[in-house]
């Protein structure tokens, strides 16, 4: 795309390198303090709470991003070996520009669903990150479980599915939030989806027409 490659120009210097990396250290750290500091959650001075904003503490437009995934050590520790991986995956096919810009749009989607809702959450966010790598990369096998090769096509199905279901059955924030994640995957995939939906649709009128004088 030429605007993107205008973009990456003018403002490519500015891409932070391994930036998966490098929140998912800060999400780590917000976690572990949490752990063994007793007090004041941390997790509750980071939030995207409106109300708070509007007193003031506007660093929550971005400290949000640092809320850990989870509160299970164990889970945390996949969910960002996770965004670990996913991130050097994209950042390998797209360039640090590109992903520091996916991530970025995704962020003012956050921010603007909150502006809406009166909070915003990072969880869909992060798991846009998730279907982005299986537009890229479908046929990937993952193990689930440590043990079950699964593609990654098929899990992106669950995480749809799953979305959906958040989507309806959640409270107003979640659905904001899906729907920004969901845009955002969108804003940078739906042409290549367009293209596939119509070869596919072209492919199938042409077995049909085949069939029907040829048969």
Same mark, same amino acid.
């Given at each position: 795309?030429? !605007?993107?490659?205008?973009?990456?120009? =003018? &403002?490519?210097?500015?891409?932070?390198?391994?930036?998966?990396?490098?929140?998912?250290?800060?999400?780590?750290?917000?976690? @572990?303090? /949490?752990?063994?500091?007793?007090?004041?959650?941390?997790?509750?001075?980071?939030?995207?709470?409106?109300?708070?904003?509007?007193?003031?503490?506007? !660093?929550?437009?971005?400290?949000?991003?640092?809320?850990?995934?989870? #509160?299970?050590?164990?889970?945390?520790?996949?969910?960002?070996?996770?965004?670990?991986?996913?991130? +050097?995956?994209?950042?390998?096919?797209?360039?640090?520009?590109?992903? +520091? @810009?996916?991530?970025? #749009?995704?962020?003012? %989607?956050?921010?603007?669903?909150?502006?809406?809702?009166?909070?915003?959450? +990072?969880?869909?966010?992060?798991? *846009?990150?998730?279907?982005?790598?299986?537009?890229?990369?479908?046929?990937?096998?993952? @193990?689930?479980?440590?043990?079950?090769?699964? $593609?990654? $096509?098929?899990?992106?199905?669950?995480?749809?599915?799953?979305?959906? *279901? *958040?989507?309806?059955? %959640? /409270?107003?924030? *979640?659905?904001?939030?899906?729907?920004?994640?969901?845009?955002?995957?969108?804003? &940078?995939?739906?042409?290549?989806?367009?293209?596939?939906? $119509?070869?596919?649709? /072209?492919?199938?009128?042409?077995?049909? +027409? &085949?069939? =029907?004088?040829?048969?």
């Amino acid at each position: 795309m030429k !605007w993107l490659s205008q973009m990456e120009r =003018k &403002f490519g210097r500015y891409a932070i390198p391994h930036l998966m990396y490098t929140l998912s250290g800060i999400m780590l750290a917000v976690y @572990l303090i /949490d752990l063994f500091f007793s007090g004041t959650p941390m997790q509750s001075l980071l939030a995207l709470d409106m109300d708070l904003v509007a007193r003031g503490q506007i !660093w929550r437009f971005l400290t949000f991003l640092f809320l850990p995934p989870s #509160s299970s050590p164990l889970w945390v520790l996949l969910n960002l070996y996770f965004y670990c991986l996913l991130g +050097n995956a994209l950042e390998k096919e797209w360039g640090t520009f590109r992903l +520091n @810009l996916f991530y970025l #749009s995704g962020i003012l %989607g956050s921010v603007l669903a909150a502006l809406v809702t009166g909070y915003g959450v +990072n969880r869909y966010l992060n798991l *846009s990150l998730f279907l982005a790598f299986a537009a890229l990369y479908p046929n990937f096998e993952l @193990l689930l479980f440590f043990a079950v090769p699964v $593609k990654v $096509k098929y899990l992106a199905v669950i995480d749809l599915l799953y979305n959906a *279901s *958040s989507f309806f059955y %959640g /409270d107003w924030a *979640s659905r904001a939030a899906i729907l920004m994640s969901l845009l955002n995957v969108l804003l &940078f995939f739906g042409a290549d989806l367009f293209h596939w939906v $119509k070869r596919k649709a /072209d492919y199938w009128m042409m077995r049909r +027409n &085949f069939r =029907k004088y040829h048969w």
